[in-house]
C-alpha cells in the first residue's frame, strides 16, 4: 500500500488565555492520514479547532500565544515538519514595505 503524503498524529494545539491565568486547548487529540490522490475535507461546529488544525499542519500558529504541544506529530513526504527550523519572515517585510 501506499504511504501517506500527509500523516498527523495525535496533534495538541493550545493558546495560553489572556494574562497566562488558563489554558484553551483549541486541539486536542486530531489524527489523520492523506494519501496521494485524496482530498480531505474537515467538517464540524463553529468554534471546533478547523482552522486551528489546518494552521497547525502548516506551522502558522503564532507562538506566543499558541503552541503546538509535544507529542504532536506532523509528517508530509515522510518529513517530520515540527521538527523544521522556521525562518522568521521580519527581515523580508522591511523589503517589501513601500
Given at each position: 500500500?501506499?504511504?501517506?503524503l500527509?500523516?498527523?498524529?495525535?496533534?495538541?494545539t493550545?493558546?495560553?488565555?489572556?494574562?497566562?491565568?488558563?489554558?484553551?486547548?483549541a486541539?486536542d487529540?486530531?489524527?489523520?492520514?492523506?494519501?496521494?490522490?485524496?482530498?480531505?475535507?474537515?467538517?464540524g461546529?463553529?468554534g471546533?479547532?478547523?482552522?486551528?488544525?489546518?494552521?497547525s499542519?502548516?506551522?502558522?500558529?503564532?507562538?506566543?500565544p499558541?503552541?503546538?504541544?509535544?507529542?504532536?506529530?506532523?509528517?508530509?513526504?515522510?518529513?517530520?515538519?515540527?521538527?523544521?527550523?522556521?525562518?522568521?519572515?521580519?527581515?523580508?517585510a522591511?523589503?517589501?514595505?513601500?
Open positions: 500500500m501506499t504511504e501517506p500527509l500523516r498527523v498524529r495525535d496533534l495538541k493550545y493558546f495560553v488565555t489572556e494574562h497566562g491565568s488558563g489554558t484553551a486547548r486541539v487529540g486530531v489524527s489523520f492520514d492523506l494519501y496521494p490522490g485524496e482530498t480531505l475535507g474537515l467538517v461546529e463553529s471546533c479547532g478547523k482552522t486551528v488544525t489546518s494552521l499542519v502548516l506551522r502558522l500558529i503564532p507562538e506566543p499558541g503552541h503546538i504541544r509535544p507529542g504532536s506529530f506532523i509528517e508530509f513526504a515522510g518529513r517530520n515538519l515540527l521538527t523544521l527550523l522556521l525562518v522568521s519572515c521580519a527581515p523580508f522591511a523589503i517589501r514595505s513601500p
